[in-house]
Every structure is written in structure tokens, then in C-alpha cells.
């Protein structure tokens, strides 16, 4: 394991040594966990990664929840509207 001496500024601001960030892909943003054993700094999955992870949670695509949720709106406004 490689270790290195990292300086902390008043703000609370470090800065990774370059050929760690690149080793570990660390980008703009990254997660950061509390461990027992102390802070652990993962990278963030990119939207691109990251796509289609939820589809077997969701069943519909989003387009087909979408259009169930306008055609539930629309329900709903003709139903306000036979009331005024």
C-alpha cells in the first residue's frame, strides 16, 4: 500500500497527490465514507457508467412513465374542470 502526507488547509481542503487521483480515476467529485479505520475516498460512477443500473427496478422505461403520469394529470384536470 502506498502512503503519502497530505497537508490540510484552514477550510478543511486537501489535494491528492496527481498519480493517486489518476490510478483511482478521481475526477471533479468524489465519495467520501467514515470508516472505523478512518476516511475512505472513492470515485463518483459517471452518468455513462452508471445508465440502465435502475432498469430492473423500474419496469417501464421512462418515456412510459412519463406518459402514465401526463395521462393521470390530465384525468385529473378534466375532473377539476366538470366541477367549476
Known amino acids: 500500500m502506498k502512503a503519502k502526507v497530505v497537508s490540510i488547509t484552514k477550510k478543511g481542503q486537501a489535494t491528492l497527490p496527481v498519480d493517486m487521483r489518476r490510478r483511482h480515476n478521481l ?10 479505520e478512518g476516511l475512505l475516498i472513492k470515485p463518483l460512477p459517471t452518468p455513462e ?3 440502465g443500473s435502475l432498469k430492473d427496478i423500474f419496469k ?5 412513465l412519463l406518459k402514465e403520469s401526463r395521462a393521470e394529470d390530465s384525468k385529473r384536470e378534466k375532473r377539476l374542470e366538470e366541477l367549476i
Do not use: Q
Open 49 to 51: 457508467s452508471e445508465r
Open 60 to 64: 417501464k422505461t421512462a418515456r412510459e
Open 27 to 36: 475526477k471533479k467529485r468524489v465519495l467520501v465514507m467514515d470508516t472505523r
